[in-house]
């Protein structure tokens, strides 16, 4: 074909004129409905027959991926899809532990490229820290809420870590000896 006009339900889509047809934002109202596509050259036209859309709703639930500092004073949370901002900014959503059991202290939380949150904590010194994330919740018409809930993850650090700078002077004993 040299000419494409896709149509729903029978009535011409505007600007729908492209041999592939893409839609970018499926709702739930949409489910049922029927594409099809006419083409047509210099001799000749056909439509095709029509696809009828069917809508799946999302019953996945967000997944804690893991959790790095990444500043001392902020963490990033990352989950396995969007989760929702109303969810993931609710700080009693949160709770951070050392390994003495203490509660690290949560004054914001913001979500960052729809998969990650990041929260700022107070001063993170060296020791352990677990995340416990509960009832975070994903942005589906119905949404889900995060499995297993609660969520545990070992706080990490996010590199890059720096030993030794790449201009830096590095020695040592080739004889083994410990100095």
């Known amino acids: 074909g040299l000419t494409f006009q896709w149509q729903s339900n029978g009535v011409p889509i505007l600007g729908a004129t492209n041999p592939v047809l893409t839609i970018p934002a499926v709702t739930i109202a949409m489910n049922g409905s029927q594409y099809r596509?006419?083409?047509?050259?210099s001799t000749s036209f056909?439509?095709?027959?029509?696809?009828?859309l069917t809508i799946l709703p999302d019953t996945n639930a967000p997944v804690l991926l893991g959790a790095f500092i990444q500043t001392n004073g902020t963490v990033r949370v990352s989950f396995s899809e969007p989760v929702s901002p109303a969810s993931a900014t609710l700080l009693s959503n949160y709770r951070i532990t050392n390994s003495a059991g203490a509660n690290i202290s949560i004054s914001g939380a913001v979500v960052s490229d729809n998969t990650n949150v990041i929260l700022t904590v107070a001063a993170l010194p060296a020791n352990t820290y677990t995340l416990i994330v509960s009832n975070v919740?994903?942005?589906?018409?119905?949404?889900?809420?995060?499995a297993p809930n609660p969520s545990i993850a070992r706080i990490g650090y996010l590199g890059p870590?720096?030993?030794?700078d790449f201009a830096g002077t590095w020695r040592y004993e080739q004889s083994g000896t410990h100095l």
Do not use: G, H
């Not at 596509?37 to 050259?41: F, L, Y």
């Not at 870590?161 to 030794?164: A, D, P, S």
């Open 37 to 41: 596509v006419a083409i047509s050259n």
């Open 137 to 146: 919740q994903d942005r589906a018409v119905v949404p889900n809420a995060i």
């Open 161 to 164: 870590l720096i030993i030794l």
């Open 46 to 52: 056909a439509i095709s027959s029509n696809a009828i």
